[in-house]
């Protein structure tokens, strides 16, 4: 069934008033130039999660989250289907809410309302969700480019370009005019990242970001963030169970199992950790060829 755009645009207005709403705060004062925000200027915003409850039909789910993740890090969350990975993303940008606990972002509480002492947060962020998310009635481009041009936050001429540009970060060069129904999963997925990199986020969050791609093109995406980080500064948190991945962009890792943050580590450490939680979840993502 064919969407229209403004009808397709509605329906996910909310959702992405969520996301967007760091970007907003920034825009108007700036000085009238190509840009009304300077999107070259990131930096990294801390996470601080504090045992962070939820449950669902009286199942707990997130069963007491401690963690803490450092500005300008980059971060995976890894562990088995169903553990709660997804609903913690959901969590930090506020799309889900806890029945106890708090996250604080750029050392602010994201759900305890404080009255007057309350601080606009004024960091930029975007999630690339597990599901990509795309506007089916809209081409590549404007997926890409769609808030940038919904909040004016450049001139029309800068928009196209900053769409080609995350577009040629992800492989997908030349694709502007594509429409989503004619994109695979992987192409998908591809399209989403360059929609969140196209604000240049402060934090930028990715649920299973390879989980469609092919090892080449996942591998291409590594080496992306990785070269997101030389001329970015921002946070960058990675929900995956592909733990290849998350040990070669991470600088540390948690792993999550059951609801509950089992070990937080460098790569190295994770690799060696004596967790047997751990240990079984690298012995089956890693043990190769049967009878070797
Ligand atoms: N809105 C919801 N209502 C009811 N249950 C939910 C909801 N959101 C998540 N859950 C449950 O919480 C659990 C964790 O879900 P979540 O999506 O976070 O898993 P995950 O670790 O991301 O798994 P996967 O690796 O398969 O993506 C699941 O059992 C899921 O059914
Ligand atoms: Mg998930």
Redesign the pocket.
Known sequence: MLIKPVKDFKKYEGLFNKLMHGLTASIFHADECECRIDLSATRGVGIRIENLIKS?NEVQ?LKGINLEILPGETFAII?P???????LLKHIVKLETPDSGEIYIDGHPVFQSSGNNQKKNDYRFSMVF?SSALFNSLTVGENVGLWLREKRVCKEQKIREIIREKLSMVGLEGKEGMKVSELSGGMKKRVAIARSLAMNPDLILYD?PTAELDPVTSDELANTILSLKQTTRNTTVI?T?DLNFALYVSDRIAMINDGQIVEVGSPVQIKASQNPVVKRFIYTTTKGIKGE
């Open positions: 669902y789910v562990g289907s169903g553990t709660g990975k997804s609903l597990q299973e929900v169970h």
